[in-house]
């Protein structure tokens, strides 16, 4: 039975694909960051488990467990993450360092803590990143920077993972049905304050927060799609699911960089002066 290990399982994508992945005969350990999300997840079967990702003890336990019952480890899922968003200068450089402690750091460190298991195993790391970090947009622009590391980083593991037989997979979602646009909004109103230069965008800044929301493809659905692209062979290097998740990337490939800004500027309400 292959074994797959999930970050961010406490609700929406992660949670999907912990369901999927065990449907489809995988042995599950599903990872939370909060008690009661790893009391859920254990009631449903998974063998659960508290992670912080960003806390080098927790991953030294966890590998350290791994070895011990499966000496190796098939997939590795990097979904945990969250999306920082209100004006880039708002937030300033804590909220742009918090973000990519979660979203690129610990995608770094996951791996590594566990890339002997990986190794031998000869197995596969997925990681979820964003179309966001293809086609960038106001409001959201620390999150789009952490999307756009993670596709770097997940070309460089690509090649550098390679002559250890582990495969590296990055997938671009689009607007997936899940609590992010939820947790967006409440993190925008954080940071948004009321002697903000961008107040009078409030509303924008939150319509960029629910963006992802959007005609949204369920979670299931894509649970669904990213197991079928685990199983092709070979495995493909990016793969992109969900509403908007190849139009949107075409917009940023073909569209003239004055237009594309001209369409996301009146889309946020940045074409008056302030």
Wanted: glycine share 8%.
């Amino acid at each position: 039975m292959p074994t797959v290990l999930i970050t961010g399982c406490s609700s929406g994508i992660g949670r999907a694909l912990a369901d999927t992945f065990r449907d489809a005969g995988h042995e599950v350990w599903a990872t939370a960051r909060k008690p009661e999300d790893v009391e859920q997840l254990a009631a449903a079967g998974f063998a659960a488990r508290q992670l912080d990702v960003n806390d080098s003890d927790d991953l030294a336990r966890l590998a350290e467990e791994l070895e011990d019952r499966y000496g190796g480890l098939d997939i590795l899922i990097n979904n945990a993450g969250y999306g920082a968003m209100g004006p880039l200068l708002d937030g300033g450089v804590d909220a742009i360092r918090q973000q990519f402690e979660t979203n690129v750091f610990a995608l770094v460190g996951v791996t590594r803590a566990l890339f002997s298991l990986l190794r031998r195993a000869r197995g596969l790391v997925v990681n979820i990143g964003s179309v966001s970090g293809v086609l960038v947009t106001p409001f959201a622009g620390a999150y789009c920077a952490s999307k756009a590391a993670v596709h770097a980083l997940s070309d460089t593991l690509r090649l550098e993972l390679a002559p250890f037989g582990i495969r590296v997979m990055e997938v671009q979602p689009g607007a997936i049905a899940s609590q992010f646009a939820s947790n967006a909004q409440r993190q925008a109103e954080q940071v948004l304050a009321v002697d903000s230069p961008w107040w009078p965008l409030r509303e924008h800044v939150q319509a960029r927060a629910r963006a992802s929301q959007d005609k949204p493809t369920s979670a299931a659905a894509f649970a669904k799609g990213l197991l079928g692209a685990t199983r092709k062979v070979p495995t493909p290097a990016l793969v992109r699911l969900g509403n908007g998740s190849t139009a949107l990337p075409l917009m940023a490939r073909w569209l003239p960089q004055r237009l594309l800004d001209k369409v996301l500027r009146k889309r946020f309400g940045l074409l008056r002066p302030l």
